[in-house]
């Protein structure tokens, strides 16, 4: 047959082009797989630094987390700090303030006058003796002895005496005992600083009481 007869006329030649055809394939094939593995290794190299990318920003993630938490403590601290800071001054002024009114208090105490009524019999002489007496480490100004109890203004029997005596120190006074066991005795006396004050003094079951009040200014 001619067909046979062209075969075999042509097979080295048809043998040499399926050799060729054969390294042709092989040769897109190598090509192809060398293309694929290298899309593959570039993938991979993607992929790591994909990896380390995320690793890094967790570590930075991680570094920030740190640094907030110890932005927040050192806060934290401060804020406590302060509130330290605040109660301190707060009881300083508090301990300032109660020594500034203990002073206040201690000079008011050092300025007081304290008069009373004094009235002994003596034995020898057959007298009474009268005295209004500064009890008081202050001396007392303005002193007015009247007989009578009212503490608002003078009585109107009024006791002719010094208007000043000293802390310790005493005056001698002249009064009637009748009328002075029936109405008492008031003395209306100031201290240095300005305060002013009433001693009422009367007498019960056969003793002199004294009744001590600072009037408002």
């Known amino acids: 047959m001619p067909v046979w007869d062209w075969l075999n006329?042509?097979?080295?030649?048809?043998?040499?082009?399926?050799?060729?055809?054969?390294?042709?394939?092989?040769?897109?094939?190598?090509?192809?797989?060398w293309v694929t593995w290298g899309a593959i290794k570039r993938g991979a190299v993607a992929s790591e630094s994909q990896a380390e990318a995320a690793r890094a920003l967790t570590l930075l993630a991680k570094e920030q987390t740190e640094v907030a938490r110890q932005q927040t403590e050192a806060i934290a601290k401060q804020s406590v700090a302060a509130l330290q800071s605040v109660a301190a001054t707060v009881a300083t002024n508090r301990i300032s303030e109660e020594a500034n009114r203990l002073t206040?208090?201690?000079?008011?105490a050092d300025l007081r006058p304290i008069l009373i009524f004094d009235s002994t019999f003596h034995q020898e002489q057959q007298?009474?003796?009268?005295a209004v007496r500064n009890v008081g480490r202050g001396p007392a100004k303005d002193v007015q002895?009247?007989?009578?109890?009212?503490?608002?203004?003078?009585?109107?029997s009024y006791i002719s005496s010094r208007?000043?005596?000293?802390?310790?120190?005493?005056?001698i006074i002249s009064i009637?005992?009748?009328?002075?066991k029936e109405t008492g005795m008031t003395i209306h006396y100031a201290s240095l600083d300005g305060r002013r004050f009433v001693t009422s003094i009367y007498m019960r079951e056969e003793a002199i009481k004294h009744d001590?009040?600072?009037?408002?200014s």
């Open 127 to 130: 007298i009474m003796r009268d």
């Open 212 to 216: 001590f009040e600072e009037l408002n």
């Open 176 to 180: 009637n005992h009748k009328l002075f």
């Open 9 to 33: 006329q042509n097979s080295g030649a048809l043998q040499s082009i399926a050799a060729l055809s054969v390294v042709v394939l092989t040769v897109a094939t190598v090509l192809v797989l």
């Open 104 to 108: 206040v208090e201690q000079i008011q």
């Open 163 to 171: 208007t000043f005596i000293g802390g310790g120190d005493e005056v």
């Open 145 to 156: 002895i009247s007989i009578g109890t009212a503490k608002d203004e003078l009585p109107k």
